[in-house]
């Protein structure tokens, strides 16, 4: 399954079998972690066959079932975390659904308190997401269209249009979908931009970082710089 499969297929999975993640599986989704901690400079953690986080205190009567493995993304606590862990998680998370798991990325519904994570100094947890073979297929969701979210100028070239739309399909915290994408025509000899942005709510930083890895995925790096 190529990565722009995992995009359209991946839907946030809450129930999960006990069938272990194990083998060439483990491998592979431990490669990509290996590889977004250190081109990243994150601490992302993988906790296996570990049932408190999901199935503790009030989150045992969630809508969470089975969770049994998690990813935990922690890295240097600055304001660069959120979105850094948006867009690195992301690409683990797209590895996970290419290699037949399930995911879901989990803000508020887990225990904090039982999640077993480590921490070096200066370091901090910005998220979870439940991870794990699914039971249940997941429901498909509203979306927003490529024109509420990006300024879609008719002489924009195509990599931009399939970058928003690529975007749209990022999974988002309450599917708010508040992120923007602005194309930026080429100034003298450079590179066309684009400026990707964010209205305030919550975890908004974190889903542009996840909306922006869907986008550079699909646009082409090559093909444009980020505006800042
Ligand atoms: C940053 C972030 C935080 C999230 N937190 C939670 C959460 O605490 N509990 C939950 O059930 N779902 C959570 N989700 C999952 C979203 O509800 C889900 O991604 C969204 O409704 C879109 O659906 P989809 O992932 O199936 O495309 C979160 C998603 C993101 C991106």
């Known amino acids: 399954m190529d990565v722009f499969e995992a995009m359209k297929q991946?839907?946030?999975v809450r129930t999960y079998s006990d069938r272990p993640i194990e083998g060439e599986v483990l491998a592979a989704l431990m490669a990509e972690i290996d590889?977004?901690?250190a081109e990243g400079g994150l601490h992302i953690q993988l906790v296996l066959d570990e049932p408190e986080a999901f199935?503790?205190?009030?989150?045992?009567?969630?809508?969470?079932?089975?969770v049994?493995?998690?990813?935990?993304?922690?890295g240097p606590d600055n304001d660069e975390l959120d979105e850094k862990v948006g867009y690195y998680g992301e690409r683990v998370i797209l590895r996970a659904q290419q290699l037949g798991l399930g995911t879901c990325w989990v803000a508020l519904t887990f225990n904090k308190r039982r999640t077993r994570y480590e921490l070096a100094p200066g370091e901090k947890l910005a998220l979870v997401a439940s991870i794990g073979y699914g039971t249940?297929?997941?429901?498909?969701?509203?979306?927003?269209?490529?024109g509420d979210v990006s300024n879609a100028p008719g002489d924009a070239p195509d990599w931009f249009e399939q970058g928003v739309a690529a975007a749209l399909l990022a999974p988002t915290a309450i599917n708010?979908?508040?992120?923007?994408?602005?194309?930026?025509p080429p100034e003298g000899d450079g590179k066309p931009r684009v400026r990707a942005?964010?209205?305030r709510g919550t975890q908004t930083r974190v889903d542009l970082g996840i909306a922006?890895?869907?986008?550079?995925l699909a646009a082409g790096k090559e093909n444009f710089d980020w505006a800042v």
């Open 197 to 199: 942005t964010t209205r």
């Open 68 to 74: 049994r493995n998690y990813l935990c993304f922690v």
């Open 136 to 146: 249940a297929p997941s429901k498909p969701r509203k979306s927003k269209s490529l």
């Open 35 to 37: 590889a977004c901690n």
């Open 55 to 66: 199935g503790t205190g009030i989150f045992k009567y969630g809508q969470f079932k089975g």
């Open 176 to 184: 708010q979908q508040k992120f923007r994408f602005e194309y930026l």
């Open 10 to 12: 991946r839907r946030s």
């Open 212 to 216: 922006k890895c869907h986008f550079e």
